[in-house]
């Protein structure tokens, strides 16, 4: 059972998602917020397996309830998946920087809702839709200052090539494609630099490949 915290100052939004989910066998929703801060203190009680956070909320927004819950060792189970009514929000990057493992609209299709509630609970990062790839090349056009990472020297031109597709928005399939290397090699790639980088997931992996310089807004993916 992946069990779900839904927290938007919106009570239509949470009534319309609980119902959604609810419908699940697999999918429960264990409790509701109405801002970051309550949300935060029910991630604390009911360590969902997934949280779907509003970006913008009153006394606390979802960007800082997602710092404090990534900075949480005891929440390290906590998946936090940000939510936005715009497809370009200027606050995307800020939140996966953050320690979320990615977004989605509040317009989202209901197929692709539950998709991504179980994609998030097996740990896998929300990089693939093209609405990411839009948002990560419209904001890493003016990066952070460029800062070395510990662990990047470390890396194999292998694993160098593997991080930059995946900052590119592709899954382990597509690099693999791309490498011309069976799924499970890419896939070791990827937790290896992982590894190195200090990445806590997928996420704040691409989040390091553009404050390093490892990849380049020039060379995302549009579509």
Known sequence: MIRVLLVDDQALIRSGFRALLDLEDDI???????????GWALVKEQLPDVALIDIRMPVMDGIEATRRIAADPAL????????????????????????????????????DLLHAVRVAARGDALLAPAITRRLID???????????????????????????????????????????????TAKTHVNRAM????????????????????????NSVRR
């Open 28 to 38: 429960e929703v264990v409790a509701e917020a109405a801002d970051g801060q309550e």
């Open 76 to 111: 390290a189970c906590v998946r936090v998946v940000m939510l936005t009514n715009y497809g370009m929000d200027e606050h995307v990057f800020d939140a996966l920087r953050a320690g979320a493992v990615g977004f989605l609209v509040k317009d989202i299709v209901p197929e």
């Open 138 to 184: 419209q904001y890493v056009t003016q990066p952070p200052p460029t800062r070395v990472g510990s662990g990047l020297q470390e890396l194999t031109s292998r694993e160098r090539e593997a991080v930059a597709l995946a900052a590119r928005g592709l899954s382990n399939d597509e690099i693999a494609d791309r490498l011309v290397i069976s799924p499970f």
């Open 195 to 218: 590894a190195k980088l200090h990445a806590r997931d997928r996420a704040q992996l691409v989040v390091l490949a553009y404050e390093t310089g490892l990849a380049t807004p020039r």
